[in-house]
């Protein structure tokens, strides 16, 4: 039953974490909390795996990703970019927020899933093609694309980052 302890402390411990990344992933924080909970499901199923595993957070992290591929293939989330309610990531402006959220919303769930792993989680192409299962070019590739798309999206709307603005500097629209 020692086993089973170690995942509620491990479980306690990293479920904002796991959180933060659900919701990038659904862009929705309610949705993300039953991502969180059917992954940390998954994840004591498989516990005594996962403790041998090198890594348990990248173990917890795939677990994740692939739950989310799942319930999105089975039609249980939605694809609509959703507004968020919370702020689930801390400090910051609030409009970037809601805007990246809404332009992460409209990828596809595997483009949305490889920049969330490669840019917000920091994991490297290699990495990130073992979790997605596909070569370092696809992820090489649907991450460049999938920035591209992003960011006209982001350029069309209204919204501006100001990157640096405390050094003076101007955004040219």
Same mark, same amino acid.
């Given at each position: 039953?020692?086993?089973?302890?170690?995942?509620?402390?491990?479980?306690?411990?990293?479920?904002?974490?796991?959180?933060?990344?659900?919701?990038?992933?659904?862009?929705?924080?309610?949705?993300?909390?039953?991502?969180?909970?059917? %992954? !940390?499901?998954?994840? =004591?199923?498989?516990? &005594?795996?996962?403790? /041998? #595993?090198?890594?348990?957070?990248? @173990?917890?992290?795939?677990?994740?990703?692939?739950?989310?591929?799942?319930?999105?293939?089975?039609?249980?989330?939605?694809?609509?970019?959703?507004?968020?309610?919370?702020?689930?990531?801390?400090?910051?402006?609030?409009?970037?927020?809601? %805007? !990246?959220?809404?332009? =992460?919303?409209?990828? &596809?769930?595997?483009? /949305? #899933?490889?920049?969330?792993?490669? @840019?917000?989680?920091?994991?490297?192409?290699?990495?990130?093609?073992?979790?997605?299962?596909?070569?370092?070019?696809?992820?090489?590739?649907?991450?460049?694309?999938?920035?591209?798309?992003?960011?006209?999206?982001?350029?069309?709307?209204?919204?501006?980052?100001?990157?640096?603005?405390?050094?003076?500097?101007?955004?040219?629209?």
């Amino acid at each position: 039953m020692g086993e089973y302890q170690d995942f509620e402390e491990y479980a306690r411990a990293r479920q904002n974490r796991l959180y933060r990344t659900a919701v990038l992933l659904c862009g929705d924080p309610h949705r993300a909390q039953d991502l969180v909970q059917n %992954t !940390l499901v998954r994840l =004591l199923r498989y516990w &005594p795996r996962a403790i /041998r #595993a090198d890594n348990v957070d990248a @173990y917890a992290r795939t677990v994740l990703t692939r739950t989310f591929l799942a319930e999105q293939r089975r039609g249980l989330l939605s694809r609509r970019a959703h507004a968020v309610e919370d702020n689930p990531t801390g400090a910051g402006d609030p409009a970037l927020r809601v %805007t !990246l959220l809404a332009a =992460l919303g409209e990828l &596809p769930p595997r483009a /949305r #899933a490889m920049l969330i792993l490669r @840019y917000w989680e920091d994991l490297s192409v290699a990495t990130v093609a073992g979790l997605m299962r596909c070569s370092q070019s696809t992820v090489r590739s649907t991450c460049s694309r999938s920035l591209a798309l992003l960011r006209s999206r982001l350029d069309a709307g209204e919204w501006h980052a100001e990157p640096y603005a405390g050094l003076g500097a101007q955004r040219s629209r």
